[in-house]
C-alpha cells in the first residue's frame, strides 16, 4: 500500500468502500511492514493508531502518491478516496531475520543454564 512519511506520521491514500476501511473505522489499531528494497530480510513493524480518516479532496495526496511511486494512471475513484493518517506507538526492526534482541541473545555466548555452557 502506497504511504507516505512525514517524520512522525504515516499517511495512506484508501478508499471508502474497501472492508479495510470499515475495519479501521471499527478499530484504530494498525501496523504495517516496510522492505528494504535492496534487502528483503530487513524490515521495519510500525504499531500504531489511526489518528484522523479524512476525504482526499481533489485526490491531491493519491496522485502526489502516484508521482513519488511513478504511476501516474486516471483516478476512476476520486469520489471515495480518504487518506488514513496513523500516529505510531511502537517499532520493530529486524535485520537479517532477526531483531536486534534476538542478534544480541545469538551473539552474547550460550545461556547461563546451557548444557554447552564451560565449567
Given at each position: 500500500m502506497w504511504f507516505a512519511w512525514d517524520g512522525e506520521r504515516a499517511r495512506f491514500s484508501h478508499t471508502r468502500n474497501r472492508q479495510k476501511y470499515r475495519n479501521l473505522a471499527n478499530d484504530p489499531r494498525v501496523s504495517f511492514h516496510v522492505q528494504d528494497p535492496d534487502n528483503p530480510y530487513r524490515t521495519l513493524e510500525v504499531r500504531g493508531r489511526v489518528e484522523s480518516i479524512v476525504p482526499d479532496a481533489g485526490t491531491v495526496f493519491y496522485r502526489s502518491l502516484?508521482?513519488?511511486?511513478d504511476f501516474v494512471?486516471?483516478?476512476?475513484?476520486?469520489?471515495?478516496?480518504?487518506?488514513?493518517?496513523?500516529?505510531?506507538?511502537?517499532?520493530?526492526?529486524?535485520?537479517?531475520?532477526?531483531t536486534q534482541k534476538e542478534i544480541h541473545d545469538l551473539t552474547r555466548g550460550p545461556h547461563p543454564r546451557s548444557p554447552d555452557r564451560e565449567k
Open positions: 502516484q508521482r513519488r511511486y494512471t486516471p483516478v476512476f475513484d476520486a469520489d471515495v478516496r480518504v487518506i488514513i493518517t496513523v500516529a505510531p506507538t511502537s517499532f520493530v526492526a529486524v535485520d537479517g531475520g532477526l
